[in-house]
């Protein structure tokens, strides 16, 4: 076996709070992954193109996850991550993050009522 990569995710639906909980343990040393953010990023690298695709594949996403991922940890080998949400809809786009990275420490699902959002 590889060496141990220590990660989390946090997931849950729309307004449940996901990027206020990595907000907080990042501050406690988590090194947070937003997949939205990198979507955003990737996306606005598509504006110089001259027919730009309608959305970003969720390969390019993985693809950008895992060289950040590996970038992190040339830096410090000993990070601990955690991803506000994994990118795809599917349970192969899911989990082609964590088969790159192993199994995670920990999964939080946030619930938030209709009413609380």
Known sequence: M????NYGIVTGGWLSGKTTVCKHL??????VIDSKVIQEEIKKS???LPEPP????????????????NKQKAINP????????LPGTTYDEFSA???F??????VLNLLASLQAR
């Open 101 to 106: 990275m192993g199994v995670p420490d920990f």
């Open 46 to 48: 598509y504006e110089d």
């Open 78 to 85: 000993n990070t601990k991550f955690l991803f506000d949400s």
């Open 26 to 31: 990042a501050t406690q040393g988590h090194f």
């Open 54 to 69: 309608e959305f970003v594949p969720t390969y390019a996403i993985v693809e950008k996850i895992i060289e950040k991922v």
């Open 97 to 99: 993050v964590t088969d």
């Open 2 to 5: 590889g060496e141990k990569t």
